[in-house]
């Protein structure tokens, strides 16, 4: 009787897991904080995808989505003690959340997957926001980012 009520524990969580869109997993989270942290543009570009939403802009061109990753890298911002605050899928109002601007709403509406993922994270230089999507490269797809701004 143990092993038959043990084996449905097993199936339930692995069935639960599966659930949980790819961007919201806590460890792919960290997969996507860790690459930041590392400083590598290259896997940083490779890992985001074009339109790229930052802040209110919508980038559209490599270069311009190499050249953001560089001077975020180079400023220093490093994500420490890196806590996820809100974590939950993209709904028709996300775009309030990221960035209340027509741009924003066409951006979210117009590119974004069906299983695209907010995610807020809080560390020691701020309050950051993710547009996250499915496995590039064993990493989240990068969509948007922006750094929330303190009220």
């Known amino acids: 009787m143990k092993k038959w009520w043990l084996s449905g524990v097993v199936l339930l969580l692995l069935f639960s897991c599966s659930t949980i869109p790819y961007g919201q997993r806590p460890e792919n989270i960290k997969k996507v904080i860790a690459l930041f942290n590392s400083g590598d543009v290259k896997a940083l570009v490779a890992d985001s995808s074009l ?3 930052f802040g209110g802009e919508i980038v559209e061109l490599k270069e311009d989505l190499t050249t953001m990753w560089t001077n975020l890298v180079g400023s220093g911002l490093r994500f420490s003690d ?3 605050v809100e ?3 993209v ?3 996300t775009y309030k959340a990221f960035v209340d601007s027509l741009e924003g709403r066409v951006f979210m509406s117009r590119y974004l997957p069906k299983e695209t993922s907010f995610v807020r994270v809080k560390c020691t230089s701020g309050t950051f926001d993710f ?3 499915g496995s590039q490269r064993g990493y989240p ?3 948007g980012f922006k750094e929330e701004t303190p009220q």
Do not use: G, K, N, W
């Open 91 to 93: 709904t028709e109002t």
């Open 131 to 133: 547009l996250l999507d």
């Open 87 to 89: 974590s939950h899928p």
């Open 141 to 143: 797809l990068i969509l």
């Open 82 to 84: 890196a806590q996820v």
């Open 51 to 53: 339109p790229f939403l």
